[in-house]
């Protein structure tokens, strides 16, 4: 289990960083890196519902068609 120190170190980790992360740790199954996967994983997915992307909307009159 991952200590809390290690967490927070994970959780200043760029975006980036992480997906990188759980991408080469899914290519190294079936291997202890599954928990880093799911880890990476799970703090993307945080990131995501803390931050939801922005859609941005045009008023009726400045729709480009």
């Known amino acids: 289990m991952a200590?809390?120190?290690r967490i927070r170190s994970f959780r200043s980790l760029s975006s980036r960083t992480l997906e990188l992360?759980?991408?080469e740790a899914s290519a190294?199954?079936?291997a202890?890196?599954?928990r880093l996967e799911r880890l990476?994983?799970?703090l993307?997915?945080?990131r995501?519902?803390?931050n939801p992307p922005v859609v941005s909307s045009f008023p009726?009159?400045?729709l480009p068609f």
């Open 21 to 23: 992360l759980c991408e």
């Open 60 to 62: 009726e009159s400045e």
């Open 40 to 42: 990476c994983a799970d």
């Open 48 to 50: 995501q519902l803390l």
């Open 32 to 34: 202890p890196l599954g």
């Open 3 to 5: 200590t809390a120190s």
């Open 28 to 30: 190294h199954r079936p």
């Open 44 to 46: 993307l997915f945080d």
